[in-house]
């Protein structure tokens, strides 16, 4: 994909050089149009590494959303709760399965490794407040059902850290570390 800044570039040298410009190896003009290509290709790449970051996120927020879908009116304390230890369990059967299709004596296989450092982490996270959605709240709920999909839109919903013991903090939006 070619962004719209190397197209100004490309643009700005083809009229001053006309419709087929023969560029010199080390000419300005490809100098130029090397480092609008180099932003274009940084941009490209920080933004893929945000998305990987964030995906984890959306596919939490969005399971919320799938949870949600059946309650009409706000979740308490311990609903909530219940929701996140689906959540967290979400890849037992596969964890399991991979466990039960090892022979003895030999070493896990990668995705069972991810697998279980994932939940560590997700259960560390929980022991301490596990962002999610503020389920208590009937107009964030509303707007939890309406949300679609996109992480620019989670901006207009509230989030709230629940802890393994019950205890509810207001969190904020993206999230960094324990806010």
Request: hydrophobic content about 30%.
């Amino acid at each position: 994909m070619v962004s719209n800044r190397l197209n100004k570039v490309h643009k700005q040298i083809t009229k001053k050089k006309g419709k087929s410009p023969n560029l010199h190896e080390n000419s300005r003009d490809t100098q130029r149009l090397q480092r609008a290509a180099g932003r274009d290709d940084k941009i490209n790449r920080l933004g893929k590494v945000r998305e990987k970051q964030n995906r984890t996120y959306l596919l939490r927020i969005k399971s919320f959303q799938q949870f949600t879908t059946e309650h009409s009116s706000t979740l308490s304390i311990p609903e909530i709760q219940a929701m996140i230890e689906d959540y967290l369990g979400r890849d037992d059967e596969e964890l399991a399965k991979l466990k039960a299709d090892r022979r003895p004596g030999r070493p896990p296989m990668t995705r069972q490794t991810l697998l279980e450092q994932n939940q560590v982490v997700e259960q560390g996270e929980y022991a301490s407040g596990f962002w999610v959605p503020d389920l208590e709240d009937e107009a964030n709920l509303r707007k939890l059902k309406e949300w679609n999909g996109q992480w620019a839109n989670l901006a207009t919903l509230k989030f709230a850290r629940i802890s393994k013991e019950g205890f509810k903090r207001d969190s904020s939006f993206p999230p960094k570390g324990m806010s």
